[in-house]
């Protein structure tokens, strides 16, 4: 029952800004972390960002000086501003939430993995 939507990509220009979000609905539970993954056509999907709940921010080293992840309040929420956009950040972005749900007294654990279905970004030369 859990969804996660993003919502935020579009068609922007080369050096311009957007801003993600994703919001995760119908969970029981809050996540341990969240983050943004992409993928353009022809390529791998890549790790853009993630956020623990603690706050700890990890950025692959392409993004890490334009994007910036952000989680705000108790929502499962999660932010993804983008600034000095490039061409070859065309892709589209996932939104994705990691959780380790107890499922009974002893502490066993189930854990969980959900993903969006993706915003597109296009950025244009």
């Known amino acids: 029952q859990v969804q996660l939507v993003e919502s935020g990509g579009g068609l922007v220009q080369a050096g311009g800004s957007l801003r993600l979000s994703c919001i995760a609905t119908g969970s029981r539970f809050s996540f341990n972390a969240m983050g943004w993954y992409r993928q353009a056509p022809g390529k791998q999907r890549e790790l853009v960002a993630v956020?623990?709940?603690?706050?700890?921010?990890n950025y692959a080293d392409s993004m890490k000086d334009r994007f910036t992840i952000s989680r705000h309040g108790a929502e499962n929420t999660v932010y993804l501003q983008m600034n000095s956009l490039k061409p070859e950040d065309t892709a589209v972005y996932y939104c994705?939430?990691?959780?380790?749900?107890?499922?009974?007294?002893?502490?066993?654990?189930?854990?969980?993995?959900?993903w969006g279905k993706g915003t597109l970004v296009t950025v244009s030369s």
């Open positions: 956020i623990t709940s603690g706050g700890t921010t």
């Open positions: 994705n939430a990691k959780a380790e749900v107890v499922v009974n007294v002893e502490g066993a654990v189930r854990r969980m993995d959900y």
